[in-house]
C-alpha cells in the first residue's frame, strides 16, 4: 500500500504561481512513478504531469499535459519521499482539485491522495 498526502493548494491571482508537494510513504519512494492529475468543476480527471523510472530505472522521465508545459515543472526529492509541481503563469482554467498519484513498478496509478484545491481568479 502506498499513501499520498497532498499540500500547497490554495488561492491565487492570474499569472501567479503555486507549488504543491506530495508525500508519499508505505513503499521505496525512488521505485515509485509519480503524477499530478486534476478534476475540475463538472469535468472527468485529466492528467497534468508524471515522473517514472526510465527503462533500466538509472533514471526518470517527466512527461506533461500540453496545457501546462512550460509552464508547470514536475519534480522529487527522493531522500525527502516528495514530488513537487512548480505551477508557474497559472490561469483560470487551471482551477481544479489536483490529485497525486503513485504506481509501483511504472504499472497503472493505483494509489490517490485525497486532493488539494487550487483555484486560480481572473
Known amino acids: 500500500q502506498v499513501q499520498l498526502v497532498e499540500s500547497g493548494g490554495g488561492l491565487v491571482q492570474a499569472g501567479g504561481s503555486l507549488r504543491l508537494s506530495c508525500v508519499a510513504s508505505g513503499r521505496t519512494f525512488s521505485t515509485l512513478g509519480m503524477a499530478w492529475f486534476r478534476q475540475a468543476p463538472g469535468k472527468e480527471r485529466e492528467f497534468v504531469a508524471q515522473?517514472?523510472?526510465?527503462?533500466?530505472?538509472?533514471?526518470?522521465?517527466?512527461s506533461y499535459a500540453d496545457s501546462v508545459k512550460g509552464r508547470f515543472t514536475i519534480s522529487r526529492y527522493n531522500a525527502e519521499n516528495t514530488m513537487y509541481l512548480q505551477m508557474n503563469s497559472l490561469k483560470p482554467e487551471d482551477t481544479a482539485v489536483y490529485y497525486c498519484a503513485a504506481s509501483i513498478d511504472n504499472g497503472p496509478y493505483d494509489y490517490w491522495g485525497q486532493g488539494t484545491q487550487v483555484t486560480v481568479s481572473s
Open positions: 515522473t517514472r523510472r526510465s527503462a533500466y530505472f538509472t533514471s526518470y522521465t517527466d
